[in-house]
């Protein structure tokens, strides 16, 4: 039988060497296989006038099946082989593929150029690179796994017609060269009694999915393809964000990484796996995700407003990054301010005052950031690149505070400075000048300012007034750790392992100081209103002033931790002076802010003075004058009165007829400047 090999583009050589064999002759040898190629389905006959040649294919049902090829993958192969073949005539924006449901089957139609027989042969693609079927081999998987199923493949085109089935005795796909009866315009597959169900339709092709809402297209190529193709980011309502590649389903993220992702992708240079339900490389596909954000503001703005959780740790607020989808896996490239998302990002780190950025879990920077009145966002290490050429890093902030701070900072006199404040402000030096004993000379000091904030710059320590006014100890301490770690490491920034075990010394040295008798007692002094104590003992400067030895009411250890406004020293004659001492028992806290007004020295000298004459006086008084009763000489002075005074002294004076017993009785001052008890004046009775 003689066949007109031209009508199907090939010559007989080609077709002997292809193996491809006329149908005619397969009758007598192999009659079975033989009907099973040439056979035409009734309901074809107005469409294919015979069957001339048939061409065995060296591929087996298990090749289809180790690639897990589904139906739903082989449909989405002709799918895309239809899509490749309408943009090659009609271009991208104007493909118009017709995918139709009969009786009949499936069919796809395109308005493309056609096929012909070289599109059957396994092995590489003769397609442009930026094609969708790349693969070579997708439109045999697909007639093979239709034809297993049962569900031969016919592709018209011009005259031609091409019938792939599955020929089970064999195991083999089987393509049948035909004439059609039709001519037809590009190229009409049917796949015979195999019926797409709609919602696979919507699914498969990304421009028939009704849940899918375009936010942005990005047209590039690839270093493989110099062809700028679209790739795009969508809004997903169905809830479940897939990806597609050149315009087809590839699969669910959360099936492929087990997690969404924020969006729906379609991207076109990402390859991928032979079983075309994953990717070939993870790397790739981010890559594609980071450059298509990265051109894409209104994505990149959701992308992030989603992703921001604002927080607090320790009383200071926060923000931190965490997705919680795919892209957080994601390792972004440095954005650029050519970027196209670079502004939007500028405009949400302002809009919520963000400050810095910081490793995600790095609470330590919450609290520095937080410290220099900033506000700072932690990061997943791979989305450091958003953020980095924008905000700066926590400990760079923190830097530049200091440095900012230090220029506007102005430094008060403490003497302006009330009681309370200036309480504190000697505590914390107390405490800079006991870490500083061991620094070879060198010393901690501590200083008051107005600042926005307190900070510490070399060895100063800078405290506001609100800061010494609270008597924030956090703060204080804080501070302290970073002047002593100039001593230390010549630099503690905040953030830093430095700064840590500066913290650590710092700590351990104020508990030192708490268990060490003389530098608590100290610090009990502080609080009670002595704003220039120092470490010498406050009994060792009453024997000086009243040069005898000293039997005390109170204990020695109460005296030296509180300090009273005045003492009271009766000495006895004799070979050996001693002095009974009695306090009375007010301290300068107790006369309060009101009364002592900066200068508090000042105040203090002019309330205590008083004080001091009006006990000499009822003393002398008493010594002279036997029969007055004390009751009467307390109640009647009026600084002892305005004090609460009154009951204090009568209760510090032994019976008046005692008072000649005693060699001298003497008035001792707390003098509040120099922290030590002086005589202010004696009565010799």
């Known amino acids: 039988m003689d066949i007109d090999y031209s009508y199907y583009g090939l010559t007989k050589n080609e077709a002997i ?66 899509l490749d073949a309408d943009q090659e005539v009609h271009g991208y924006d104007r493909i118009s593929v017709r995918i139709e449901v009969n009786d009949l089957g499936t069919h796809v139609i395109d308005r493309g150029r056609g096929i012909t027989w070289r599109a ?123 990806l597609y590649v050149r315009d087809i389903f590839v699969n669910y993220f959360d099936k492929m990484f087990g997690e969404n992702a924020m969006f729906t992708y379609n991207l076109w240079w990402v390859e991928l796996d032979p079983n075309r339900v994953n990717v070939k490389s993870t790397y790739q596909l981010d890559k594609q995700i980071a450059k298509v954000l990265y051109s894409c503001p209104k994505a990149m703005k959701i992308f992030i407003e989603r992703g921001l959780k604002e927080k607090s740790y320790g009383g200071v607020r926060y923000y931190l990054f965490d997705p919680d989808t795919y892209e957080k896996s994601i390792s972004f490239p440095i954005l650029e301010e050519e970027d196209q998302s ?27 950031v937080g410290h220099e009145g900033g506000t700072v966002l932690l990061v997943p290490w791979g989305l450091e690149g958003i953020f980095s050429n924008i905000l700066p890093r926590a400990s760079e902030f923190v830097i530049s505070s200091i440095r900012e701070l230090s220029d506007e900072a102005k430094e ?24 500083s004993r061991l620094s070879k000379g060198r010393k901690i000091l501590v200083k008051p300012v107005i600042a926005s904030r307190s900070f510490a710059k070399n060895n100063v320590v800078y405290l506001t007034v609100d800061t010494l006014q609270r008597g924030d100890n956090r703060v204080a301490i804080h501070e302290i750790a970073h002047a002593y770690g100039y001593f230390a490491y010549g630099d503690a920034p905040d953030v830093s392992e430095n700064f840590e075990r500066c913290l650590e010394f710092v700590g351990s040295e104020i508990l030192e100081m708490a268990s060490l008798e003389a530098t608590s007692n100290i610090l009990s002094r502080i609080m009670y209103g002595c704003i220039n104590a120092r470490l010498e003992s406050l009994f060792a400067t009453i024997v000086r002033a009243v040069n005898a030895e000293v039997n005390l009411k109170i204990s020695k250890t109460v005296l030296e931790k509180e300090a009273p406004i005045v003492l009271i020293a009766f000495v006895t004659g004799g070979a050996k002076r001693v002095a009974q001492v009695v306090p009375i028992n007010v301290h300068i806290a107790d006369l309060g802010e009101e009364t002592l007004e900066p200068p508090v020295e000042e105040s203090y000298d002019r309330i205590v003075n008083a004080v001091c004459r009006e006990i000499l006086g009822v003393i002398r008084t008493l010594v002279e004058k036997p029969s007055r009763r004390i009751e009467e000489l ?23 007829q005692a008072l000649s017993a005693f060699k001298e009785i003497v008035v001792l001052k707390y003098d509040i400047r120099n922290d030590e008890y002086v005589r202010f004046g004696e009565v010799v009775p």
Request: hydrophobic fraction near 35%.
């Open 412 to 435: 008060i006199d403490p003497a302006r400075l009330p009681l309370r404040t200036r309480i504190h402000l000697r505590k914390y030096q107390f405490i800079a000048e006991f870490i």
């Open 342 to 368: 670079y502004g939007v990002v500028k405009l949400l780190v302002r809009k919520y005052g963000i400050d810095a950025y910081s490793n995600a879990g790095d609470l330590d920077a919450v609290s520095t």
């Open 634 to 656: 307390t109640s009647g002075s009026e600084v002892l009165k305005r004090y609460k005074l009154d009951d204090d002294v009568r209760r510090a004076i032994p019976y008046r």
């Open 120 to 242: 059957f042969p396994l092995g590489g693609s003769e397609k442009p690179c930026y094609s969708r079927g790349y693969f070579g081999e997708g439109l045999k998987i697909a007639g093979l796994r239709f034809g297993v199923l049962h569900h031969p493949v016919f592709i018209f085109t011009r005259r031609e017609v091409y019938k792939m089935f599955y020929y089970h005795p064999s195991d083999t796909l089987v393509i049948v060269f035909g004439r059609s009866k039709k001519d037809v315009k590009g190229t009409y597959v049917l796949i015979y009694r195999w019926y797409l169900q709609k919602y696979l339709l919507r699914a498969i092709y990304v421009k028939k999915n009704p849940d899918l809402h375009e936010l942005c297209t990005v047209k590039f190529d690839s270093p493989e393809c110099n062809y700028e193709m679209p790739n795009t980011v969508y809004i997903d309502d169905s809830g479940r964000t897939k």
């Open 17 to 82: 060497t292809r193996g491809i064999k006329v149908a005619e002759y397969l009758k007598v040898e192999t009659p079975d296989f033989y009907n099973q190629c040439v056979y035409i389905p009734p309901e074809l006959k107005d469409y294919i006038e015979r069957f001339e040649l048939v061409w065995p294919m060296p591929i087996e049902a298990k090749y289809a099946e180790r690639r897990e090829i589904t139906e739903f993958i082989a449909f989405r192969e002709i799918l895309q082989n239809a």
